[in-house]
């Protein structure tokens, strides 16, 4: 899989830090074909036009031609671009900005890294533009289609301070969701269960064996057929908060991949449906201050008082 890659000998381009991909083995001539083949969402075309514009580099920062063979285990460097990119209509929120930490508040919609059709749209991206800070990491993700909280670590060697936080579940975060109410439920309760990639691979779904996820669910108060629920994740899996609620019988209002895939990657935003989950608050203490950490999202979903 691709990834950013802040290569020494490749600056920031419009706020957009190299990506790095592995070469494989396989029946590849060239660079050319490598690319083409290992990412077909983009036009033979199109990579051509970024090789002959000097836009492909090879692991020591160098350009590279588009006919140039494929030695296996190398690395290959390029620049995220999407033609006539959409824009969004939302803006993010700075909550926080010090020398180590910022703290932003996405809306729904807006990926945290580049990703699809959004790469200037997305909120790294955005915050390096409008901050001046090429070293911005994301600490952590959240979903696209999620709204809230998303921490970024200032200092490049201080990310895995701020990353060891979550691995070692240190975070408490704390999500709200509007779903469908059921009174023959009781909460609060607990739901554990091993999360695991779908069939399709942009979902996850539950499988029998030893639990790998945990999530705490409770109701903040109801509104006829709805209610406002509290969801504080002990885990991190993929979708988890969102698998729970469906397996709960209670897909989060919005959610176009549970219980079923409503919209295809291509099809138009939708921006009126936005899925009902947001990352409402995270605290934690600082791992390079020491300071005790509590943030909230200013945004509100639709059963919020």
């Given at each position: 899989m691709a990834r950013a890659h802040q290569h020494p000998a490749l600056p920031t381009r419009d706020g957009v830090s190299a990506s790095c991909v592995a070469l494989t083995p396989g029946p590849w001539h060239s660079l050319l074909d490598f690319l083409a083949t290992r990412f077909p969402r983009i036009r033979r075309d199109q990579w051509a036009e970024r090789f002959?514009?000097?836009?492909?580099?090879?692991?020591?920062?160098?350009?590279?031609?588009?006919?140039?063979?494929?030695?296996?285990h190398t690395r290959l460097y390029y620049y995220r671009s999407v033609p006539q990119e959409p824009a969004l209509p939302f803006e993010a929120q700075v909550l926080f900005q010090d020398a180590h930490l910022v703290v932003a508040?996405?809306?729904?919609?807006?990926?945290?890294?580049?990703s699809g059709r959004y790469v200037q749209q997305s909120l790294l991206v955005q915050l390096k533009q409008r901050l001046g800070l090429?070293?911005?990491?994301?600490?952590?993700?959240?979903?696209?289609?999620?709204?809230?909280?998303?921490?970024?670590?200032?200092?490049?060697?201080?990310?895995?301070?701020?990353?060891?936080?979550?691995?070692?579940?240190?975070?408490?975060?704390?999500?709200?969701?509007?779903?469908?109410?059921?009174?023959?439920?009781?909460?609060?309760?607990?739901?554990?269960?091993?999360?695991?990639s779908d069939t399709q691979f942009f979902r996850s779904r539950e499988v029998a064996g030893p639990p790998n996820s945990e999530t705490h669910l409770s109701v903040l108060y109801t509104e006829g057929q709805h209610a406002l629920y509290r969801l504080e994740p002990v885990t991190g899996q993929r979708?988890?908060?969102?698998?729970?609620?469906?397996?709960?019988?209670?897909?989060?209002?919005?959610?176009?991949?549970?219980?079923?895939?409503?919209?295809?990657?291509?099809?138009?935003?939708?921006?009126?449906?936005?899925?009902?989950?947001?990352?409402k608050q995270m605290a934690f203490t600082d791992p390079i201050t020491g300071e005790a950490r509590v943030f909230h999202s200013a945004q509100r979903l639709r059963l919020a008082l």
């Open positions: 002959a514009q000097g836009l492909i580099f090879n692991a020591q920062g160098q350009p590279v031609e588009a006919d140039a063979p494929c030695p296996p508040d996405k809306p729904h919609f807006m990926p945290v890294t580049p090429d070293t911005l990491t994301p600490v952590h993700r959240i979903d696209r289609e999620t709204a809230g909280l998303v921490l970024f670590s200032v200092q490049a060697h201080q990310r895995n301070a701020y990353q060891a936080l979550f691995r070692e579940r240190q975070v408490h975060k704390v999500y709200e969701a509007v779903a469908a109410f059921d009174p023959g439920l009781s909460f609060p309760r607990t739901r554990q269960s091993r999360l695991e979708h988890q908060l969102r698998v729970h609620m469906n397996a709960l019988g209670l897909p989060i209002e919005g959610d176009q991949f549970y219980p079923t895939v409503l919209r295809g990657p291509d099809e138009a935003e939708d921006f009126s449906t936005p899925l009902q989950l947001l990352a």
